[in-house]
């Protein structure tokens, strides 16, 4: 059962499957699933694979990604294949794929594996077997219910909520991504069930949501919640709206589950332009972790896959409460990590163009938002036919309430 | 100072296109060395108000004010002047790349979204500050928003599922979601782990040895102890200890079966030399197109296998070569670049003459002393900004005061006619009712410099003036021609006493202006130095200034050609060009014959009082003198007969009074 330790050590289970390193999104793409496997390898060569329970996912099935998606789109992603585009140009335009979410050769499969950890983990959550659930396989935030989006295409995310809602009242959805979460803040836009929160640059930047005004509709009204910025966010200002802000939220939302979404193109990054340190980044896991809720931590984006293997194992090392040292064990990508062949990355000296009477206004008006909040929202006791719980097995007897 | 001088991709920069323009705000996405070896810069371009239309402008200020009603009411209450400051700070990004060289950049700033929660005022305190809230498209010349939409709907949204249990899991255990390959709490302790694997290393390096494929590869013991020792032989080792359930002896029997001791090769061990050399024959070709490569290169692998081994292979010598040759090609990609302070002089800036001041008062904020002084606007009109001033104007595109402002200040300076801050007025300041539109068009008529001003009273204006005798005193405004009317008043008064007493008249009696061969053969006999032929060439040029007028319903001005009004003795002009006096003008085109052409005329004219028009003053009552002086367009009825008498030529001057400016 849960290990609830404060002073840092956890139980954390560990999802990985040695397939995922070997898809291949395209010539010149900036997503590199590769970045799973030279983290994975660096856990191995530092010890920390030893020191957690580690699992190898089963693919998730497409009645499973039903729950949240589509029928005809995952319907689609099961069919596409590199060799029979030409028949489904209609559908690619319609479900957006093709540019930034390119068909690549074992596309479907790469989505079952991400999608079966973040399930598994949350699985695993659920069962009270484990503190924290790690997958660096999911955290896909920008896929839609029907549409592909930012290399993106099933929502690991949301299916794995999905699954959390079930024996949890009320989860957290933290994004550190540099990108706005919209995928999972859409598929959960007007429940009070569901808390997202996402720190994200903003302005003139994909995905183009993620306004301060955005906080949620119906019954979801003030549980979406957007911190935008600007470009240079470093780890002292960071520390200083993240901590708030998730204070105020857990002590408002209570949740007794969250999920951290931990996209490492937050920190210097091809794609990104914040310039967070592995340290910076990770100091928001350190403190998410005080709460002594269970975690289940995502991968994301992150497109300087040395940075990312990086900031993924120092990340794994925490959520293990374990310190590593500074300098890189050898591993099979050893050279990747040159010149310096160290964890920990320094800090850029881009601008940075947040400044503190910026975060403050933003940080209060996002205050005066939470205070809308009741404390704690409860839901319903939704009353469940007897049969369906002694029926067994749980997740198919859920799946579908519309039977009961 | 090395950092401020330093530029990188991503900063926000002044970029000097011209020397008498303001500066150009751009982003710096790539620095290029060129094979000269100068340093180009592609750049993001932003606009300023003073780029984009009219039309459009009124569009964003409704999508200013949508937002100003969420910002905080503190920052909505800004003043004229403020406001027209704040105008300067915005900008509108565009996705518009541009390349320049680097050396005209001449400065940072910093360019940011806009929040609503922002005090616009934070704007205004800060230099070198600038904003933006929309993204403007200079090809289709449109403004948007730049904010994405989390759309609504069951197309959308995920089903929720009912909550089960809040206390837990009561479930039987989950068949199948996933498969332990690691157990961390099981009997070894570290050290037992850390034997295993040392042992397993053993069997691997033995198979190698056994394995002649291996052993031809790696003749020396080390480097097949080193390829034993790779990661899949580590995680195969723990593999095997889990599945053996932690037991050390289970485990190793399972490292030696019955076929051989076990050998764990992953693809960077596996392909051999000749299936190596394919590959990067095939990289160089198709590049990292790993479907053509297996399809020409090497059918036998799968694409799983091929991007495997293409990530190891990233970590070989051969590439880390490549790499260098790679880097040394993307040496003209720069990341930053050092500009050092731009200290040439501008050409605007007027050399100072024993170091007086010798001139007009700074345009901008009517100082009369400053260490360095800029011309400023078009060069005929000698106007000059203080060094600050123009400073404010190559960084923020506009002066310091809003138009009516300077009007107010300028209230003891002559009219210098329009300038180019008339466009920027305010909405609401309501410069002058009569204005509208009036030295836009005199331009557009005459093509004439910039000070060519007159009023034009449209049928509407004249309307008003007579309607709303409530908010609007005629005599009141036109003695104070300085005072800022209340536009939206006479509007809303306008609009409500029209619809109270729909039968106003709005006829007015048609102005009688002399035909154009009347006032072409007046002009003869003017100039009678004027030859037929250049008289004819100019006519043509005045006749089509002459129908635009009309058309557009102007008075006659003579704004056009030769034919000159003046701000200051508007009495002259079409009084004595009536009785055929002399009025001489300019700086003396008539001496050389030259064809009077309407763009090179000057403004500035002098009326020159003869004796003869000393007598005519005398003659005239003088309460129509004033009349007259009101009216000076008008004909003066009261006119001594004798005067109408074109005078006898021999009373004309033959030489034209030269007048330099």
Same mark, same amino acid.
């Given at each position: ?404 | ?50 780029? =984009? ?110 909550? =089960? ?44 040895? @056994? ?327 100019? @006519? ?16 006659? @001005? ?104």
């Amino acid at each position: 059962m849960a290990l609830s330790n404060p002073g840092g050590s956890r139980k954390v289970c560990y999802y990985y499957d040695s397939d995922i390193g070997n898809n291949y999104y395209g010539q010149g793409h900036p997503m590199k699933p590769h970045r799973i496997r030279m983290t994975h390898n660096l856990l191995l060569n530092y010890g920390l694979y030893r020191k957690m329970e580690i699992y190898r996912p089963h693919k998730c099935n497409a009645e499973e990604m039903s729950r949240y998606h589509s029928d005809d789109y995952i319907k689609f992603l099961r069919s596409i294949r590199p060799d029979n585009m030409s028949e489904y140009t209609k559908q690619m335009q319609r479900f957006n794929v093709g540019e930034d979410c390119p068909v690549f050769d074992g596309l479907y499969e790469f989505c079952q594996l991400s999608g079966g950890g973040s399930i598994a983990g949350a699985v695993k959550i659920n069962k009270h077997q484990t503190d924290i659930a790690i997958n660096w396989a999911g955290g896909l935030h920008h896929a839609k219910k029907s549409e592909a989006s930012g290399f993106c295409y099933v929502n690991d995310i949301v299916l794995a909520i999905l699954e959390l809602l079930k024996y949890h009242q009320r989860v957290l959805y933290i994004d550190i991504d540099i990108h706005h979460g919209d995928g999972v803040e859409e598929a959960f836009y007007t429940t009070d069930r569901v808390m997202t929160v996402s720190f994200h640059k903003y302005g003139e930047y994909f995905p183009g949501t993620g306004d301060l005004r955005d906080i949620g509709a119906g019954k979801g009204k003030y549980y979406a919640l957007n911190f935008p910025l600007r470009d240079g966010m470093d780890d002292e200002c960071y520390e200083q709206i993240f901590q708030p802000v998730i204070t105020k939220v857990m002590e408002y939302y209570q949740p007794s589950a969250v999920v951290l979404q931990c996209g490492a193109d937050s920190l210097g990054d091809r794609l990104g332009c914040f310039n967070l340190t592995v340290k910076g980044h990770a100091k928001c896991l350190e403190y998410v972790k005080k709460f002594n809720v269970p975690i289940l931590m995502l991968g994301g984006g992150g497109y300087t896959i040395r940075n990312v293997a990086r900031c993924w194992t120092y990340e794994t090392a925490v959520a293990l409460g374990q310190e590593i040292p500074n300098e890189l064990p050898y591993n099979d990508y050893f050279e990747y990590f040159g010149p310096d062949f160290k964890l920990h990355i320094s800090p850029s000296n881009m601008s940075n163009q947040n400044t503190m009477e910026y975060l403050q206004k933003i940080r209060q008006r996002l205050f005066e938002n939470l205070r809308m909040l009741p404390h704690a929202p409860g839901v319903q006791m939704q009353d469940i036919p007897p049969d369906a719980v002694v029926s067994g097995s749980d997740d198919e007897a859920m799946d579908d309430p519309d039977k009961k | 100072m090395a950092s401020s001088n330093m530029y990188r991709i991503g900063d926000y920069v002044y970029f000097e296109n011209s020397p008498s323009n303001p500066y150009s705000i751009r982003r710096i996405e790539e620095l290029n060395k060129t094979s000269s070896g100068n340093v180009e810069a592609k750049v993001i371009c932003f606009y300023r108000r003073r780029d =984009i239309s009219n039309s459009l402008l009124l569009l964003a200020d409704k999508h200013a004010k949508d937002m100003e009603e969420d910002m905080d009411e503190a920052s909505t209450d800004l003043s004229e002047n403020e406001r027209h400051q704040l105008n300067h700070k915005e900008l509108y990004l565009s996705r518009q790349l541009d390349s320049l060289p680097a050396t005209y950049i001449r400065g940072k700033c910093s360019v940011t979204l806009l929040n609503e929660t922002e005090d616009l005022k934070s704007y205004l305190n800060k230099s070198d500050t600038f904003f933006y809230s929309l993204v403007y498209d200079p090809a289709q010349k449109t403004l948007l928003a730049d904010r994405g939409e989390i759309r609504v709907g069951c197309k959308y949204q995920a089903e929720i599922p009912p909550l =089960i249990n809040e206390n837990g899991y009561d479930g039987k255990e989950d068949e199948s979601r996933e498969e332990m390959v690691w157990n961390p709490n099981n009997e070894l302790s570290k050290q037992q782990v850390d034997q295993f694997m040392v042992i397993s290393r053993s069997v691997g390096t033995f198979a190698r040895a @056994l394995d002649c494929n291996s052993s031809i590869r790696q003749p020396a013991l080390h480097v097949s102890a080193a390829a034993a020792s790779r990661d899949i032989t580590l995680f195969h080792t723990l593999t095997c200890l889990h599945k053996n359930k932690y037991n050390i002896a289970d485990a190793i029997s399972s490292l030696v079966p019955k076929t051989g001791p076990m050998l764990c090769k992953d693809e960077m061990e596996d392909w051999s030399p000749s299936e190596a050399n394919l590959f990067e024959e095939a990289l160089e070709k198709y590049g990292k197109d790993f479907l053509d490569i297996k399809q020409d290169f090497l059918p036998w692998k799968t694409i799983a296998s091929i991007v495997e081994y293409y990530y190891m292979w990233k970590t070989s010598d051969r590439y880390v070569q490549q790499k260098k040759l790679k880097a040394a090609e993307a040496e003209g990609k720069l990341k930053q670049v050092y500009i050092p302070n731009y200290n040439k002089p501008n050409p605007n800036l007027i050399k100072p003459v024993n170091g007086e001041s010798n001139g007009k008062a700074c345009e901008g904020c009517f100082c009369t002393s400053s260490f360095q002084w800029y011309t400023w606007g078009p060069p005929n009109m000698g106007c000059r900004l203080c060094a600050t001033c123009w400073m404010y104007w190559k960084k923020y595109g506009g002066l310091k005061m809003p138009p009516s402002s300077r009007l107010e200040r300028m209230h003891n300076h002559k009219i210098k006619g329009t300038d180019k801050e008339l466009r920027y007025r305010p909405p609401n300041s309501g410069v002058a009712i009569v204005a509208t539109g009036g030295p836009h068009r005199a331009q557009r008529i005459s093509h004439k410099t910039k000070q060519a001003f007159f009023l034009n009273a449209t049928k509407l204006t004249r309307l008003a003036r007579r309607l709303c005798n409530e908010t609007f005193s005629i005599r009141h405004y036109s003695r104070r021609p300085f005072e800022a009317i209340n536009i939206a008043a006479i509007k809303a008064e306008c609009q409500v006493r029209l619809s109270s007493s729909p039968k106003v008249t709005t006829k007015f009696p048609q102005k009688k202006w002399p035909p154009l061969s009347v006032v072409v053969v007046r002009l003869l006999t003017l100039r009678p130095q004027l030859t037929h032929q250049s008289v004819k060439k100019s @006519l043509s040029k005045i006749k089509t200034s002459v129908e635009v007028a009309t058309n557009n319903n102007h008075h006659l @001005l003579p704004s056009s050609g030769s034919l000159k009004r003046s701000h200051h003795n508007g009495i002259a002009g079409q009084k004595m060009g009536d009785n055929g006096s002399i009025y001489r003008v300019s700086n003396g085109p008539q001496k050389k014959k030259r064809c009077l052409n309407s763009t090179d005329a000057s403004d500035d004219m002098l009326f020159v009082c003869t004796d003869r028009i000393r007598d005519i003053r005398k003659r005239i009552k003088s309460s129509d003198q004033r009349s007259a002086a009101r009216k000076p367009t008008k004909f003066l009825i009261n006119m001594p007969k004798f005067a109408m008498k074109p005078p006898p030529t021999k009373h004309i001057n033959p030489e034209p009074i030269v007048i330099d400016d």
